[in-house]
């Protein structure tokens, strides 16, 4: 008979959810508008797109790297 301690760990739904929300991303974009002078020396606005990923959730802004990771490793 196995006794709880070699029976294998099963991991906790929610928590599995939890740390997923807190690393899950979602691409974005935004416009950087800079001034600039043209020949005749009048400024002109010009604009760039700028595409990166992003914390999907605004709460997960607020948690480092780091800590995910130690929860990650302490729940999964």
């Given at each position: 008979m196995a006794t709880p301690n070699q029976m294998p760990k099963r991991p906790n739904k929610?928590?599995?959810?939890?740390?997923?929300?807190?690393?899950?991303?979602?691409?974005?974009?935004?416009?950087?508008k800079t001034l600039s002078k043209n020949e005749e020396g009048k400024e002109v606005v010009s604009t760039t797109k700028v595409t990166n990923n992003a914390l999907r959730y605004a709460l997960a802004q607020n948690v480092s790297e780091e800590s995910v990771e130690r929860l990650a490793r302490r729940w999964l």
């Open positions: 929610l928590r599995q959810q939890i740390v997923g929300d807190l690393i899950h991303t979602t691409p974005s974009s935004w416009e950087r």
